[in-house]
Every structure is written in structure tokens, then in C-alpha cells.
């Protein structure tokens, strides 16, 4: 049986998901990894192998299932052909956070932008009022565990990747795709289009960006369904 490693999202702690997946998985912290994969404020060309090894530093021996929340998507389908998971779930995910002139349900880079700016201003506003619009309770300890180079790396990130067109992988059974109707940060039809061009499995579920603070019972329950292994 496959071990669940759970990759999180930006300015969040992993434990919002341990609702869904339960303390027996391996949850990676991407917000600590995001200095990693950057070199004089510009993402590393190399920064999917840089993310990969650390990421199996971290995980378990043997076979794996990897999920990831979305910055921890975008993470988890970009390793995955080096990792070779049994099967991967993404949750509120997009190939590319901001739009390009090839895919156009990003965000504007004006965005990403404007948040770098205030969290540089005013970090614990910026922070709440991102976790608000994730439909998740306000948490300002965040700023006692990740150094504002974590977040702003983060940020970064967000504004430079892009794995669009998406290319699908060929050696695992067809991605799981889950995503909140009102989702305020990444649009449905953005996670729609990756499902599609992925070969994925989409689901629409009630909800924001957080769906699955308020689905978990539903969520656990596509998990089941779609064969994977979760241990609440």
C-alpha cells in the first residue's frame, strides 16, 4: 500500500490538512522549501530537481501517493515524473497562478505583485486577509513560523512558474482532480482545463480555495472512491 505525502500551500501551515489525511501522512512544508529554489530572486532553471530531492529526503521508503493543496499542486504534478507516485491527487490546482498569453484564467502578475508589496508592509494583514479569502480562519502565528524570505519566495514563485501546456503523465493512473465551486484564488475553470488536458478526473465541490475544511467528510469520501489511501 502506498504512503500518502501531503505537499501544503502558501502561508499555511500543513495542519489544516490533517482533517482529510490524518496524522500517518508525510506532510512537506513547501512555505520551507521556497528559498530553495531560488538564486538572486529568480527561480532556479534546475529549482523541479532541487524540489523533488528534498521532497524524498523527507518521504517514506517504497511506494508513494502524492497530494498536493494549491501551491503544493503546482509542486506535485512538477516532481511527479521524477518521484514516480502510485497516484496523485491535486486539490484547488492550476498549471500556471498567473495568467499568460497562452493560459487565461490565471491571476494578473499585478496580483502577486501587490501582495509581495504589502507583505513587505504589513505582513500579518496581508497574511489574514489571504487566509479569509482562502475561507479559512484567520492565523496569525503563520508569521512566527516562516521568515518573511519563506513567504516572499512563495510569492515569487507564484508570479514566475508555469507548466502550461500541461503535459500528462504516462506512468500512473489518471490524476484526481478536486476543486471548490467558490474558489476566490484559483478559478475552477482553471483546475477544469488542467483536469482535461492532464487526463484527470475532476471534481466540483462546495466550497473556497479551503474546500475541504468544510467538505472533509465529501472529500475523503472521492478519495475512497477513486482509490486512495487516506488514514484519518
Request: net charge neutral.
Amino acid at each position: 500500500m502506498s504512503e500518502m505525502v501531503v505537499l501544503s500551500g502558501w502561508g499555511i501551515k500543513p495542519d489544516l490538512l490533517k482533517p482529510v489525511f490524518g496524522n500517518s501522512a508525510c506532510y512537506c512544508d513547501l512555505n520551507k522549501l521556497m528559498p530553495l529554489l531560488f538564486e538572486e530572486n529568480r527561480l532556479r532553471n534546475d529549482w523541479i530537481g532541487i524540489a523533488a530531492s528534498r521532497i524524498n529526503d523527507i518521504t517514506p521508503d517504497g511506494k508513494i501517493t502524492i497530494t498536493g493543496w494549491s501551491t503544493g499542486a503546482i509542486i506535485a504534478w512538477a516532481v511527479a515524473p521524477l518521484l514516480s507516485p502510485d497516484k496523485i491527487c491535486l486539490l484547488s490546482a492550476a498549471p500556471s497562478f498567473c495568467r499568460t498569453p497562452q493560459f487565461k484564467h490565471g491571476m494578473r502578475v499585478s496580483v502577486i505583485d501587490g501582495m509581495i508589496d504589502a507583505l513587505q508592509t504589513d505582513p500579518q494583514k496581508t497574511l489574514l486577509r489571504f487566509h479569509k479569502r482562502c475561507g479559512i480562519q484567520p492565523d496569525s502565528s503563520v508569521l512566527s513560523h516562516y521568515s518573511s524570505d519563506e513567504l516572499l519566495c512563495g510569492l515569487r514563485f507564484l508570479r514566475e512558474v508555469n507548466l502550461y501546456p500541461v503535459r500528462p503523465l504516462t506512468t500512473i493512473t489518471p490524476p484526481l482532480f478536486l476543486h471548490g465551486k467558490d474558489d476566490l484564488i484559483i478559478s475552477p475553470q482553471a483546475a477544469a482545463l488542467f483536469s482535461k488536458e492532464a487526463h484527470g478526473i475532476f471534481y466540483e465541490l462546495p466550497g473556497p480555495h479551503a474546500f475541504f475544511t468544510q467538505n472533509s467528510t465529501e472529500t475523503t469520501d472521492l478519495l475512497g472512491q477513486n482509490g486512495f489511501y487516506y488514514n484519518t
